[in-house]
């Protein structure tokens, strides 16, 4: 069974960068899509990037030209690097991921998601 687990959140001031890691186990990364998600209180949870199998990578308007996804297969890790952050990026980051047989495309819905780790970006 594929296992998701988040790090590298917590607190960071305005401006600054982090960098979290989606680390999978139980099946090879290489089989999977990514996505990268997030909820702040009292919102709703939001798509922030995905990743596909190909490598072709999505991002939220919101995050356009802050943050990069990538993955590493051989590390079985999807990151996330974050940078000029917001207070508006305070949120619990998800990753989730699908076993899928389209190398190209992101998709819609994840089977798969990891606990959440929490980035707050504050002075």
């Known amino acids: 069974q594929l296992v998701l687990v988040e790090s590298g959140g917590g607190l960071v001031q305005p401006g600054g960068s982090t960098r979290l890691s989606c680390s999978v186990s139980g099946f090879p990364l290489t089989y999977y899509a990514v996505g990268w998600f997030r909820q702040a209180p009292g919102k709703e949870r939001e798509g922030v990037s995905c990743?596909?199998?190909?490598?072709?990578?999505n991002y939220a308007d919101s995050v356009k030209g802050r943050f990069t996804i990538s993955r590493d297969n051989a590390k079985n890790t999807v990151y996330l690097q974050m940078n000029s952050l917001k207070p508006e990026d305070t949120a619990v980051y998800y990753c989730?991921?699908?076993?899928?047989?389209?190398?190209?495309?992101?998709?819609?819905?994840?089977?798969?998601w990891g606990q959440g780790t929490q980035v707050t970006v504050s002075s």
């Open positions: 990743i596909t199998r190909s490598g072709n990578v």
């Open positions: 989730a991921a699908l076993y899928t047989t389209n190398y190209d495309s992101c998709p819609r819905e994840y089977a798969k």
